[in-house]
């Protein structure tokens, strides 16, 4: 919500920093990201506070940490990710970056 001065969070300006940086107006992010236009508005404007599921869906769109639009920690997913997998198995690991590169891939050829 906003804070006593009357100025939006951190966390939404964040979040609205990288839905401008990547070329979203705010019909087709709300779109994207699972919402109605006027609950994005609410959003953006501080009239509702994020819900989490909605900060995770933004997360995964523009690949960075929850961290990141929560409290400005710098993170990728990728870090994050690597960090997941070093409890996993060397055969686990295989798999985990296998399915990952496949995903890059897919995400590739959407381009």
């Given at each position: 919500?906003?804070?006593?001065?009357?100025?939006?969070?951190?966390?939404?300006m964040?979040?609205?920093?990288?839905?401008?940086?990547?070329?979203?107006?705010?019909?087709?992010?709300a779109?994207?990201i699972?919402?109605?236009?006027?609950?994005?508005?609410d959003?953006?404007?501080?009239?509702?506070?994020?819900?989490?599921?909605?900060?995770k869906n933004?997360?995964l769109?523009?690949?960075?940490?929850?961290?990141?639009?929560?409290?400005?920690?710098e993170e990728s997913m990728?870090?994050l990710?690597?960090?997941?997998?070093?409890?996993?198995?060397?055969k686990?690991k295989?798999l985990?970056?296998?399915?990952?590169?496949?995903i890059?891939?897919?995400?590739?050829?959407?381009?």
């Amino acid at each position: 919500m906003k804070n006593r001065t009357g100025h939006k969070s951190e966390m939404t300006m964040r979040i609205i920093a990288l839905r401008k940086k990547n070329d979203y107006n705010q019909e087709n992010f709300a779109d994207t990201i699972g919402i109605s236009l006027n609950t994005l508005k609410d959003y953006e404007s501080e009239r509702t506070e994020w819900k989490l599921t909605v900060i995770k869906n933004i997360s995964l769109l523009f690949n960075v940490s929850t961290d990141y639009i929560i409290f400005g920690k710098e993170e990728s997913m990728d870090t994050l990710l690597i960090k997941k997998f070093s409890c996993l198995s060397e055969k686990n690991k295989r798999l985990a970056l296998g399915i990952m590169e496949v995903i890059e891939s897919l995400n590739s050829s959407e381009v």
